[in-house]
């Protein structure tokens, strides 16, 4: 089977750099997904790597290392609106998806 | 917004009954999978539909079970409910034919209390 962990909770300031950390046992996957999930929301994509290395997109960046089973999600310029849990993914072939603890990022002032 | 709908938002159903979800996909899309997500847990694989056929099952038993239409809407059903089935299920669509992007477009979801 796949599972994944992540740290159950962060706090960041407004304005502020944050990396939520992404551990994970799998004997095989295709990629690694993000996911944003407000309260009481849908889990919306924010990333993808199906190779090592950085991925950017706006300000978020996430990075991939099958090497050290390890991965992360970086968000720049955090706002007040990014509080939220963050789920990393696995994909584990024809879209099935094992989605790992989740960290609620909260973010203050 | 995903252009992925789900139905009903909320239900209340009492232990041993049975409750049918509705999903709708995404234009386009031909897979449908469905997720289990209990409260401050992470979504949960349950199942997924590609093309009207069950393909793969997660760690759930034989009383949840589904159905793809031919537009590729899907239902989940679940008899004899549990108190533990009790949970927000969210239904993703997808094309499997093609680059996959990693990623997949969730519905608002299901949320399911069992008393």
């Known amino acids: 089977g796949q599972s994944l962990e992540q740290p159950s909770e962060v706090t960041a300031v407004e304005g502020a750099i944050v990396q939520i950390n992404c551990t994970y046992q799998t004997s095989g996957f295709y990629g690694l997904s993000w996911y944003q999930q407000h309260d009481g929301g849908a889990p919306t994509f924010l990333s993808y790597n199906a190779l090592d290395g950085l991925e950017e997109t706006g300000r978020f960046s996430s990075f991939l290392s099958r090497s050290d089973s390890y991965g992360y999600l970086l968000l720049q310029e955090l706002q007040m609106k990014d509080s939220a849990s963050y789920f990393c993914?696995?994909?584990?072939?024809?879209?099935?998806?094992?989605f790992g603890t989740g960290t609620k990022l909260q973010v203050i002032p | 917004e995903t252009g992925v709908t789900q139905s009903p938002t909320h239900l209340i159903k009492t232990r041993g009954q049975q409750v049918t979800l509705r999903c709708s996909s995404q234009s386009g899309h031909n897979t449908v999978s469905w997720y289990q997500q209990a409260l401050g847990q992470g979504p949960q694989f349950i199942f997924q539909y590609y093309r009207e056929e069950e393909n793969g099952r997660g760690n759930f038993p034989p009383r949840f079970s589904g159905l793809q239409f031919p537009n590729y809407s899907s239902e989940l059903n679940v008899n004899a409910l549990e108190l533990d089935d009790s949970a927000l299920y969210l239904c993703?669509?997808?094309?499997?034919?093609?680059?996959?992007?990693?990623?997949?477009?969730f519905g608002e979801g299901s949320r399911l209390t069992v008393l």
């Open positions: 993703a669509s997808s094309l499997r034919d093609g680059v996959y992007t990693g990623e997949l477009f």
């Open positions: 993914a696995l994909e584990g072939g024809y879209q099935k998806v094992t």
